[in-house]
């Protein structure tokens, strides 16, 4: 097994009903989904070491890395800085604490 399949499980596993490795192992998802989750847990992993959030806001933190990296490989415009707009999310305030954070992660990722 790829071990970031165990790494995604350990660290974010939760976001999948029945766990990150079954689920990737059911659906067979393509190995760039593998490197997105993967990424996805790295940055949960980071931003969440000093300070892990309440178990209540851990899947929108996750949530809130996924938008933050589809902004930033997806920028409205080409060749012009992401404005990491989430207003179409409900993001609790501790959730938006990270968002920063998310972002600088994201961003040293994605370069």
């Known amino acids: 097994m790829d071990p970031r399949i165990r790494y995604v499980e ?3 596993g939760f976001r999948f009903e029945q ?3 079954r689920r990737y192992e059911e659906v067979g998802s393509p ?23 309440r178990d209540s806001q851990r899947l929108r933190l996750v949530i809130l890395i996924e938008a933050i990296r589809f902004e ?7 060749d012009e800085p992401g404005e990491f707009d989430i207003s179409s999310y409900e993001f609790s305030e501790d959730v938006l604490s990270y ?4 972002i600088e992660e994201v961003l040293r990722q994605e370069a």
């Not at 930033?72 to 080409?78: C, G, I, K, L, R």
């Open 72 to 78: 930033a490989t997806h920028p409205p415009f080409p």
């Open 99 to 102: 968002k920063s954070a998310v």
């Open 31 to 53: 190995v760039e989904d593998l490197e997105i989750w993967y990424r996805n847990a790295l940055v949960y992993a980071k931003v969440t070491k000093n300070r892990p959030p």
């Open 10 to 12: 350990d660290t974010i």
């Open 19 to 21: 766990g990150f490795a």
